[in-house]
């Protein structure tokens, strides 16, 4: 396929800024389609000496590709003098942290088909030995048609098989093995799980926990651990310090505190082979089997 450049795109407006890309909406000037462009800066990233993270995105998402429908695309990637391009998927309809906030928060059953839509991506994401570790309603799209697009990879993590054990080890160990590469990466105060905090290290049950989290703010509208400062937020976190308002919905409350569990292999799910059988169907839990199946439904609550 041709090379492509920034001058094959008409750029407008940004639709989302982190630490280290901006994202912005962009036009195909050849095809008039609607893409998400992600744009880093060279020296930036040079000088905060991310470039492992940048080239950790690019090769989760092309480990993805495009074959499970609840992850964002990546269809280009180009460079200039001065920056990187990654041409994305375009999520029409925003992030799930704006929707909850707009509504408030969701009904039941919007809240189980949006938690179903989560297992189903997390089933893929995980089968494919990649840990997304910063899960949080911001890294959760809405598509043209209202089905989550999870995105921004820059912090996963792709689980290693050593072949000659035969073990599950990661790049958690290999960063802590080597001082050059340490890395003290945490994911984002709120949604970042015990053991992340404790021991810097993260497996699959790291994102069960993040679903957790998830599902009791879709539900309550508001987030499970607060604080006026990280630290508070770390304390709330580590000593499980949590309650559930008046009314929150029992089913949803049977499967989160099944998933804001400290032991990460004590969570819901942890233990299971692919796909996360206990998550689906634990008898009276959020996720009934309809909620699987059902695609239909996805509006939201008031
Ligand atoms: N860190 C990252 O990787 N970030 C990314 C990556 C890919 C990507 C990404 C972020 C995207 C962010 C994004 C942001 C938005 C957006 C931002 C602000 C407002 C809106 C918005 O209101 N859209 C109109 C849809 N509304 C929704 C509610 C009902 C009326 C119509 C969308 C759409 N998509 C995106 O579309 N694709």
């Not at 925003?94 to 408030?104: F, R, S, V």
Request: overall charge neutral.
């Amino acid at each position: 396929a041709r090379r492509r450049s920034a001058s094959d795109y008409r750029f407008g407006k940004v639709l989302g800024e982190g630490s280290f890309s901006t994202v912005y909406l962009a036009k195909d000037i050849h095809t008039n389609k609607e893409y998400a462009i992600k744009v880093l800066e060279k020296a930036h990233i040079i000088r905060e000496k991310k470039s492992e993270y940048v080239m950790r995105e690019k090769e989760v998402l092309r480990i993805l590709g495009s074959s499970c429908p609840y992850f964002v695309r990546l269809y280009w990637t180009f460079q200039d003098s001065e920056h990187l391009y990654f041409v994305l998927t375009y999520a029409k309809n925003g992030e799930l942290l704006k929707q909850i906030d707009k509504c408030g928060c969701f009904t039941i059953e919007c809240a189980r088909y949006y938690a179903a839509e989560m297992v189903l991506a997390l089933e893929y994401l995980h089968g494919k030995g990649i840990v997304h570790r910063d899960l949080k309603p911001e890294n959760v799209l809405f598509d043209e048609n209202w089905h989550i697009l999870i995105t921004d990879f820059g912090s996963a993590k792709i689980l290693k098989t050593d072949n000659t054990e035969n073990q599950k080890c990661d790049n958690d160990a290999l960063d802590k093995g080597d001082k050059r590469r340490r890395t003290s990466f945490v994911g984002t105060a709120q949604f970042v799980s015990p053991e992340m905090l404790s021991e810097s290290s993260s497996s699959p049950a790291s994102d069960l926990w993040a679903l957790g989290c998830i599902i009791y703010q879709m539900v309550s509208g508001v987030m499970p651990f607060r604080g006026r400062s990280e630290f508070l937020i770390f304390q709330k976190i580590l000593n499980l310090e949590y309650e559930y308002p008046d009314g929150f919905d029992p089913q949803a409350k049977d499967l989160v505190q099944k998933l804001l569990v400290k032991n990460p292999i004590e969570r819901l799910g942890a233990t299971d082979e692919a796909p996360y059988t206990s998550i689906r169907f634990v008898e009276g839990n959020l996720i009934l089997k309809q909620g699987l199946i059902d695609k239909k439904k996805g509006l939201f609550a008031r």
